[in-house]
């Protein structure tokens, strides 16, 4: 069920992304009842990782992933990979979109 999706992460800046989740038949996959997780990670073999902020809007079927400025100030510039995982009540487990991170080398220092 997993899409694939790339996203850019501006270092130093504030990072927000919104994720519209659908069930195989193109309708809105309604998220009450479930939680949000999303990671991202140098490669699939690193144990650091980097927490999305997550949080979701059930009927609607979205998922936002957003990380603050300080978060981004730290991250290295380069390419990551990333997934967002929900989970049901009854913990059922279920990837929704993956891809690779870019964060983009940040000039200004303020």
Known sequence: MAIKANIVIDQGADFSALIDVETASSD????????????????????????????HNGALGQITIS???TVTEALEPGR???????????????????GTA????GITRT
């Not at 998220?31 to 999305?52: E, P």
């Not at 990551?80 to 993956?98: A, F, H, M, N, P």
């Open 80 to 98: 990551y990979l990333y997934d967002i995982e929900i989970t049901s009540g009854g913990g059922s487990k279920v990837r929704v979109v993956q």
């Open 28 to 55: 809105v996959f309604d998220l009450q009842g479930y939680t949000v997780a999303a990671q991202m990670r140098k490669n699939y073999a690193a144990t650091t990782a980097t927490d999305f902020i997550c949080s």
């Open 67 to 69: 990380l603050d400025s």
């Open 102 to 105: 870019t964060v983009t080398a």
